[in-house]
């Protein structure tokens, strides 16, 4: 009997280390944040599928799975179910993100779905319009309530478009607002990882921005 109790004992405690293990980590934390409801800290654990809130002055850096994302204050985002299916719901606010190279993920919004291919990438979504810095790789964004209504960015350095959310229509703006490549340096590090050798200024010649239906 007494063994019973203590190997139900050690099968508790060891179900109770399964769930509290992380499947990513927290960097640059400054509160207040919140995951899943509960007020979080740099030692929160985090796991595929966490609802994170910033609020004002909050920040945090997660690690996921090769990925890495950077949420300003006043943001919310879901972080992506399963290592299987890269997609993030992202809500509000403000997302530097850097992504591994040989999946093919998604960032889905109120008002826009995002097809991300080897890609750092910027994103504000406010109330009027949603601001998108490709950074160095392949997106195409397209308005969520007509999927061929689609701006396809490719960058070699810093290519920015904006969705205006009463209009329905893109349009060019200021490449590097609210972020700069020091910082996707830093977050390609946390991967081990360093930006293409193409990421310069003198190839901004090679950005394209092409109008259709997504590839």
Known sequence: MLKACLLATSLCLWAGHALAASDGFVYDFHEPVIINGHWASKDTPVHFGDAVLTGKGGRITIKLDGNVFRLGQYSRLTLPAHEENITLNFFFGSLLAVFRHHDHKQIITKTAV????????????????????????????????????????????????????GSKNFFTMQPLIGHATPQLV?????ADRLPPETCSPENNKFNTVEFGLPR
């Not at 308005?143 to 290519?159: C, F, P, Y």
């Not at 830093?186 to 946390?190: D, G, I, N, R």
């Open 114 to 165: 995002l097809g991300v291919r080897g890609t750092g990438a910027y994103l504000d979504v406010g109330k009027e319009e949603t601001y998108l810095c490709t950074c160095y790789g392949d997106i195409d964004f397209a308005d969520a309530s007509n999927l061929g209504n689609v701006a396809r960015v490719h960058a070699h350095h810093h290519n920015a478009i904006a969705f205006d959310h």
């Open 186 to 190: 830093a977050l390609e590090a946390l």
